[in-house]
Each structure stands twice: as structure tokens, then as C-alpha cells.
């Protein structure tokens, strides 16, 4: 457990729920190798986060102990060992495998372009209109997370024209 990208976690979840979303009921305290850990809960159900546990690890023998003060008969334990990549290496890894061409980019653009001017009614049916659009108001911002793009990268899938 050395290394950064991994993480060991420990969760509670209700036995029901098959998202298995992190749900601690307010009855349950755990220690691992006899050293208590705050329970993050926060307001509402969907605020509750699984407890991570290798600051607290030694090579060879751990112990999590689980005290109940009323049954939680409904809940399930889970110790998963999970890997979090940074961002920088995820972004590495898709710079390596998914790295379209500048020109394969520009093709796909310009197919996406003539769609959108076509759907925005600039064209006519047999596309003899005589007026061409030229140009179009691209934001600089990601779609998805609306913050300034920082390296421009397009997906394989991707059809916006940022």
C-alpha cells in the first residue's frame, strides 16, 4: 500500500441499495488497530463517505474493530481496495492511446459545422441557397465541467465544437 494511487477503504451501505452508496448508521464507531476513526456523515444520506485507512495500516496484521450501540443488522461492510489514478497520469494514458490527428480533428469538425448550420436552418433543401456560413461563435469553456479549457483534446465520440 505504498503506493499513492491506491487507496483501502471501508464502507457501510444499506443491504438494498445495489449502488451500494456510503451509509453509516449513527449507531456504529470503528477503530482499526485500536485507533478510533471519525465517521464523515454529514446532513443527508447521500453525504456520508467511506473511511480511508492506510494512514492507519501496518504491513502484516490489521485489526477493524466495528461497535454497535443498536442493531445495524441492515447494513453491510465492505473493505475495498481501490485505485485512483491522478490526473495527471489519466491524462498521460489518454494522450498516449486516444490522440486523434490534427487533421482526422479538422475533418470532424467541419462535418459537425455543416450539420449545425444545416439543422439551424441556413441552408435550403438542395443546399443552393448561395449563402454559406462561415463561421461560428465557439466558447472557450468545457461543456461539461464550464471551466476555461485548458488542453483543447477531443474525444473519439465527442461532437461539440470546442
Known amino acids: ?3 499513492s494511487d491506491l487507496e ?8 438494498e441499495d445495489r449502488q451500494m452508496n456510503t451509509n453509516w448508521p449513527a449507531s456504529v464507531q470503528v477503530s482499526v488497530n485500536a485507533t478510533p476513526l471519525t465517521i464523515e456523515r454529514g446532513d443527508n444520506k447521500t453525504s456520508h463517505k467511506p473511511l480511508h485507512l492506510k494512514h492507519v495500516c501496518q504491513p502484516g496484521r490489521n ?4 461497535t454497535v450501540t443498536a442493531c445495524c443488522c441492515s447494513h453491510l461492510f465492505v473493505l475495498q481496495l481501490v485505485h485512483r489514478p491522478s490526473v495527471r497520469s489519466v491524462l498521460q494514458g489518454l494522450l498516449k492511446k486516444r490522440l486523434l ?3 482526422h480533428c ?3 469538425i467541419k462535418r459537425n459545422f455543416s450539420s449545425v448550420a444545416a439543422s439551424s436552418g441556413n ?3 438542395n443546399g443552393e441557397d448561395g449563402v454559406e456560413q462561415t463561421a461560428i461563435k465557439v466558447s472557450l469553456k468545457c461543456p461539461i465541467t464550464f471551466r476555461r479549457i485548458q488542453l483543447p483534446a477531443r474525444g473519439h465520440d465527442c461532437k461539440h465544437v470546442q
Open 101 to 103: 490527428p490534427a487533421e
Open 106 to 108: 479538422i475533418t470532424k
Open 8 to 15: 483501502l477503504q471501508f464502507k457501510c451501505y444499506h443491504h
Open 123 to 125: 441552408a435550403t433543401l
Open 1 to 3: 500500500l505504498y503506493r
Open 63 to 66: 485489526t477493524i474493530q466495528i
